[in-house]
């Protein structure tokens, strides 16, 4: 049984502002909500879910379980259609900072789309990039849109928010490959163990500010009458070769 | 203004069904419409505008011109946020059949997510790969949805949907290069001037029937958790090494 006060409350995690005061989101479905089960069950506060869910899943003891019609997973779901299950989750521990020296990062300045910004998250997991520092204007990770187009990749990979120019100019010794129209042809790139790519806006590209601190401009080489690549595509094909 | 029975006209091209029976496809907002009037612009046969983007543009004169109030483009759009202009296009003529040898293209084995359809279709512009092949279970290219993607790519890129096994089992003298699990690390392949190569769906995979065709597999491999990545991003890694 869900209350009228508790599924206000779900329903206002998918307001940034509600996530940020409550330092709590929502993931929904059951390939996600399984993935986060396994990896990281102790970040997972309830779980509302039909009772087909329920008697195929065993629930760790400190999660507490809600089962629900499909009207009210209905009235909860951020989904077109809702699936079965929806969890809600504790934020990750947002005090750290980003170790950039010896291993390499993914740096989005202003990639405002959630599912981009959600794929990418998945790209980067694929990779096996482990963290990825976000322009405060970046989407909120913890948008239901970027949680869904993660596929449960949010698990894995850390994403930090802050000044990146202040982070770029502290990190001077580690090289900076930007993505950019007037660089060198990525297929002219080797694989790296150390560095900061960085990948800019699709339709403004990277700011004058960040740019400034690129030490290798890398481009996808237009063959064809498209104006722009998608983010996330040219995110793929950088990591592809970089990684 | 906008007639009551124009507006449910329009609207009806948001299902497939319609736009088989009628030949007509909508497709909305200035940056598609004027990509479109510029590359295709006898595809067209009515645009909707608001008047401030007709005063900006001068609309050749086999188009029908309709100006109508944002109230009246919000009751014909298929946007959440309706954007100036709307286009009813005529669709390409469809009983052509498509060259083989000699040339690059993409086979899609049911992709079947509109928005993955449109961005491969703006991939392949990128590359210059000009046709691809769908199976009859794809996304319907004229679906809004695909159309909004693509970015006007749409126009440039000629898409043919039928019984691939067939042209397949046609063309067996084409290279034939296939994204699977069990594949040679895509890294390690060159450039190639002719070739069909396939794509599947993301969560199965190219169907056997298909696959039996591969002359070469080809994978992208996995270096962290993420399950799999997106059909849209895969194929602009293949494409990448490939052409």
Not at 37 to 50: D, H, K, Q, T, W
Not at 169 to 182: I, K, S, T
Request: charge should be negative; include cysteine; glycine fraction near 8%.
């Amino acid at each position: 049984m869900l209350g009228k006060l508790k599924a206000k409350y779900i329903q206002s995690l998918g307001q940034k502002k509600q996530r940020d005061a409550e330092g709590r989101f929502v993931a929904e479905g059951p390939k996600i909500v399984d993935d986060l089960l396994s990896s990281v069950p102790g970040m997972i506060e309830e779980i509302y879910s039909l009772p087909e869910w329920k008697s195929q899943h065993s629930i760790p003891p400190a999660v507490e379980h809600i089962e629900v019609s499909p009207n009210e997973l209905e009235r909860i779901s951020q989904l077109k259609t809702p699936n079965q299950v929806l969890a809600v989750l504790r934020k990750l521990n947002e005090d750290t900072t980003p170790v950039i020296a010896g291993k390499v990062s993914l740096l989005l300045d202003t990639i405002q789309d959630p599912g981009n910004l959600g794929t990418i998250i998945r790209i980067a997991d694929w990779f096996n990039i482990s963290q990825i520092i976000c322009s405060p204007d970046c989407a909120d990770v913890y948008n239901p849109k970027v949680i869904q187009s993660s596929m449960g990749s949010i698990a894995r990979i850390q994403v930090f928010y802050g000044d990146v120019i202040e982070l770029l100019g502290e990190n001077r010794n580690v090289p900076v490959y930007a993505m950019m129209l007037d660089g060198d042809d990525v297929s002219s790139f080797k694989q790296i163990t150390e560095g900061i790519i960085i990948i800019g806006n699709e339709s403004k590209g990277i700011q004058p500010a960040i740019a400034q601190y690129a030490s290798k401009k890398i481009t996808i080489p237009r063959k064809g009458g498209a104006e722009s690549l998608n983010a996330a595509v040219a995110t793929g094909i950088v990591l592809s070769r970089l990684v």
